[in-house]
């Protein structure tokens, strides 16, 4: 599977977008973005995927560059609840295709 | 989607001994996976729980130290065994939803070993 770059740490003010970057610029064709958090003490929820076009969903969008060696995921309006590391992921989609963590991005939703 | 039930939510062990940390979740599922969290660190996946056959471990992970079951498509276990400071993580179950090919987890168990 394909690695991911993020920036350790964002910061967003509370009811502003929140544009979080992810690097894959190995990916291969059949893989897919995979975009998870983790709010402390929690364990990690799916937020969206895609392949190659852009997806949205009720929690956040996902926008696919052309090429597809990079992402970002958009919560439109975030709360102070969205504060959580937020993991981006490249997996190809079969039964059994594993889903490897890296770093994240620790988001801190301010006031 | 799937809910997972983890059992112990937490507990704190004396080095040396053994844990076994169960899974249960409320719907079938093929694929069911066992992660490790170390403090302050991101997710590292353990194994994948293979229903009927031995599990399949990742590169550092060796079933004589993490011994997983996977008696039914619904329930897994995972043993920690002879303990020592260094096993105290968060230890994750996670399960493979086919339709929208997410991922769902446990809560987890946070193990402290003293």
């Known amino acids: 599977d394909a690695k991911t770059t993020q920036p350790p740490s964002m910061d967003c003010a509370e009811g502003r977008a929140a544009n979080l970057p992810c690097n894959h610029s190995?990916?291969?064709?059949?893989?897919?973005v995979y975009w998870y958090r983790q709010i402390h003490s929690q364990g990690p929820q799916y937020i969206i995927h895609g392949l190659k076009n852009n997806e949205t969903n009720e929690m956040a969008s996902l926008i696919i560059t052309e090429d597809r060696k990079s992402s970002t995921l958009i919560l439109p309006h975030a709360t102070l609840r969205d504060t959580a590391v937020y993991y981006c992921i490249v997996r190809v989609v079969w039964a059994g295709g594993k889903l490897i963590f890296g770093q994240g991005t620790e988001l801190s939703v301010k006031p | 989607s799937a809910v997972i039930s983890q059992k112990p939510s937490r507990d704190i062990c004396q080095r040396g001994t053994s844990l076994t940390i169960q899974c249960q979740v409320d719907?079938?599922?093929?694929?069911m996976f066992w992660y490790r969290q170390q403090p302050g660190q991101s997710l590292t996946l353990i194994a994948t729980a293979n229903q009927g056959s031995e599990a399949t471990y990742e590169s550092g992970f060796v079933i004589d130290k993490f011994p997983i079951s996977r008696p039914n498509l619904t329930f897994s276990t995972l043993t920690v065994s002879n303990m020592s400071p260094e096993d105290s993580s968060i230890y994750l179950c996670?399960?493979?939803?086919?339709?929208?090919?997410?991922?769902?987890f446990g809560s987890g168990t946070r193990l402290t070993i003293v």
């Open positions: 190995t990916i291969s064709g059949n893989e897919y």
């Open positions: 996670s399960v493979e939803e086919e339709l929208n090919y997410g991922y769902t």
């Open positions: 719907s079938q599922v093929t694929m």
